[in-house]
């Protein structure tokens, strides 16, 4: 599904991602751990396609098209799906608008008819009991005065209505309660399937709990430094990040 | 017509035959106003920009023209009735070229003592509250174009609405020009009056029925009495080659709440002035505006709120999407005075600009001489907000329309709080159609 090969990339001239290759099939659940400042965020973005992000070098194939040559609509009708670490306030646009907007747009993208008000209304209800959201949430401007388990629950809404290829959960359990970060995993967990894939991107060990990867990758200075199965989260929990960088640096 | 002086005596000549046109009417007592307002006028100059008020705003424009006072036209009812909100069943009052068509106009029979009707009407009958109040807020001795509208003060609207009483459906009141390829003046001149624990909204829409060149120099007075509630929108549509000088001047007893809405969309150059002063103590004062311009518009609001007695509160906000090579100017001073204990002031003016050819000049000015006061004011000019950008194209939704969703969101900040649904799904309407292209 995805192939990133021998990514760099350029934040304010500074080089984060130096050389990153992964590739994650259809199905499969990859978790991306790494100490602060490693560049997990930064490759998050670059796949969404954000703009101050500036790609040096390498590739990146989604579903055999070539990802950095699309806009960030275009990723995101391709099946991409980016929860972001900081979920944007857009006082005065409704959640309801913001969805039925998106999901009719990449349903336009791909031939697909658009949702009338009742069927999406209809889908949109499902949804959210998937993510046990309060119905009051929906008129109120997007993330809009949300706290913060509010705004990454309202992140998976969006994710289990827009039902992308890929997702990419940047961070989404950071600053999470534990009833919270249950109820955003059991979104998670519900929503996957034989044709989805998921990337965790996370610091702690805690999310893994309960959503399962199938393998684990540490990065490290803008590199995978190491990639196991979900026990290597577990080594990472108990010893913390501190000897893979003495490992590193001997090799 | 190039020179200033050549101008003034232009209008100063069109008053003899305005005057001549009054008949009987000139004998009344108002008309010693309008004498001393001509007066004045001839003694003030048209505003340059090293006038500290018209800094930014240059009207050499419109003073390239020499104005014609408008002459009455007619208007059949097909071409008046797309601009009434049809499902408002209230009073209407329709104005072609500044003077009151009775046959387009739709006025109720009221034996509760509830008046709405034409200036002109009021003037003849020679009403109590034209003496009252005609004149008495708008000050001619200072502002040359409130000379200019006291001097030729003929028709306008007029509401009144006496104590205990309440105007349930909104008055509408259309003013529409028809240039007929004439370079016209039209004057509408405005008084609506409430009295003690009444209630009244009030819609104007000022229009244009062609593309000619022409002036609206409009005053209106109002007055709020006590524990009195007014609700006034001011909708500007007028050509993109016409002139609008406005001056709204509100004068507020005890207890009374004014809210107003002041949304300007035409002009190659509008300008608007809206004044409002707390005579008591307990009052309430809601200015919030929006403006949208594109091409070589100029738009100006000058807000002065006088808080001249203790416990009122005033909310201001004005919005503006300026576009192409268009400028706005805001200019919103409060002023405390010293007696004016526990004030609540805020004021906001958020602006957005989509090319790099438009402009905002915008200057908070809170005057404050009380200390147990609450006041705070915010000024922004930006761009449309990158992150929100990226965060919808995330969701798929392309460039330009996510730029719509959040240009629309901007605006209607301003709209939603609009009571009346009519005109708020109108406006909602006109953003729509300019921004989700």
């Not at chain 2, 624990?197 to 060149?213: A, H, K, M, P, T």
């Amino acid at each position: 599904m995805l192939e990133i090969k021998n990514l760099h990339a350029n934040v304010g001239g500074k080089e984060i991602l130096k050389g990153i290759d992964l590739t994650v099939n259809t199905g499969e659940v990859h978790a991306i751990m790494g100490p602060n400042g490693s560049g997990k965020s930064t490759l998050a973005q670059v796949l969404a396609g954000r703009k101050e992000y500036e790609v040096t070098k390498g590739e990146v194939i989604f579903n055999g098209k070539n990802l950095l040559e699309l806009s960030p609509e275009d990723r995101a009708r391709e099946g991409i799906f980016l929860a972001f670490q900081y979920p944007v306030e857009i006082p005065g646009v409704s959640n309801v608008n913001l969805l039925k907007t998106a999901i009719n747009e990449i349903r336009k993208y791909n031939s697909e008819e658009e949702l009338d008000a009742m069927e999406f209304m209809t889908l949109l209800k499902k949804k959210m009991k998937l993510v046990e959201m309060d119905q009051s949430l929906l008129s109120r401007s997007v993330n809009d005065g949300f706290s913060g388990g509010e705004k990454k629950r309202n992140e998976i809404l969006q994710m289990a209505v827009l039902e992308p290829k890929l997702s990419i959960l940047d961070e989404t359990d950071s600053g999470l309660d534990i009833d919270a970060l249950r109820i955003v995993a059991n979104g998670v967990n519900k929503l996957k399937s034989p044709d989805r894939s998921t990337i965790v991107v996370t610091h702690y060990q805690r999310l893994l709990n309960y959503i399962v990867p199938d393998y684990v990758h540490v990065l490290y200075n803008g590199k995978i430094v190491k990639s196991g199965t979900k026990e290597l989260a577990l080594e990472l929990e108990a010893k913390g990040y501190d000897w893979l960088k003495e490992q590193k640096e001997f090799a | 017509m190039s020179n200033i002086l050549d101008i003034k005596n232009w209008y100063i000549k069109s008053f003899e035959s305005f005057e001549s046109s009054l008949n009987g009417e000139s004998s009344k007592p108002f008309h010693q106003i309008r004498k001393e307002a001509m007066e004045k006028f001839s003694q003030l100059n048209f505003p340059t920009t090293h006038d500290e008020d018209w800094r930014f705003t240059n009207i050499a424009p419109l003073l390239k023209y020499n104005f014609e006072p408008a002459a009455m036209a007619e208007l059949k009812t097909q071409q008046t009735k797309n601009f009434l909100f049809e499902n408002l069943k209230g009073n209407t009052l329709i104005f072609v070229n500044g003077f009151f068509i009775p046959k387009l106009s739709h006025v109720k029979k009221s034996n509760d003592g509830i008046i709405v009707c034409s200036l002109a009407n009021q003037l003849k009958n020679g009403s109590p509250v034209i003496s009252q109040h005609l004149g008495k807020y708008a000050n001619h001795r200072e502002q040359i174009f409130t000379a200019l509208s006291t001097a030729f003060t003929r028709d306008g609207a007029f509401i009144y609405v006496p104590d205990n009483k309440i105007l349930e459906e909104p008055v509408q009141i259309l003013f529409i020009t028809t240039t007929s390829n004439k370079n016209i003046l039209s004057q509408p001149r405005n008084l609506y009056v409430t009295g003690t624990n009444s209630q009244v909204s009030i819609i104007e829409r000022y229009l244009s029925l062609d593309d000619g060149v022409y002036f609206t120099n409009v005053v209106t007075e109002i007055y709020a009495g006590e524990n009195s509630i007014i609700n006034h929108i001011k909708l500007q549509e007028e050509n993109l080659k016409a002139f609008h000088i406005s001056r709204t001047e509100v004068d507020q007893e005890k207890g009374s709440n004014f809210t107003s809405y002041s949304i300007s969309l035409g002009g190659e150059i509008a300008r608007h002035d809206i004044n409002a002063r707390f005579n008591d103590e307990g009052s309430e004062c809601n200015l919030n505006g929006l403006f949208l311009l594109t091409g070589n518009q100029l738009f100006d609001t000058h807000s002065l709120i006088d808080h001249a007695k203790p416990n009122c509160s005033s909310h201001e906000k004005y919005k503006g999407i300026l576009d192409d090579t268009s400028h706005g100017v805001f200019n919103g001073k409060v002023i405390v005075r010293r007696d004016a204990q526990k004030t609540n002031a805020f004021q906001e003016n958020k602006n957005i600009i989509l090319s790099n050819g438009a402009l905002i000049n915008t200057k908070p000015q809170l005057e404050i001489f009380a200390d147990d006061v609450k006041c705070s004011h915010g000024a922004t000019i930006g761009q449309l907000d990158e992150d929100a950008m990226f965060y919808l194209k995330s969701r798929g939704i392309g460039e330009e329309k996510a730029k719509a969703i959040l240009i629309h969101a901007f605006a209607s900040d301003v709209v939603r709080t609009i009571k009346i649904e009519e005109v708020k799904k109108y406006l909602e309407e006109v953003l729509e159609k300019r921004f989700n292209k």
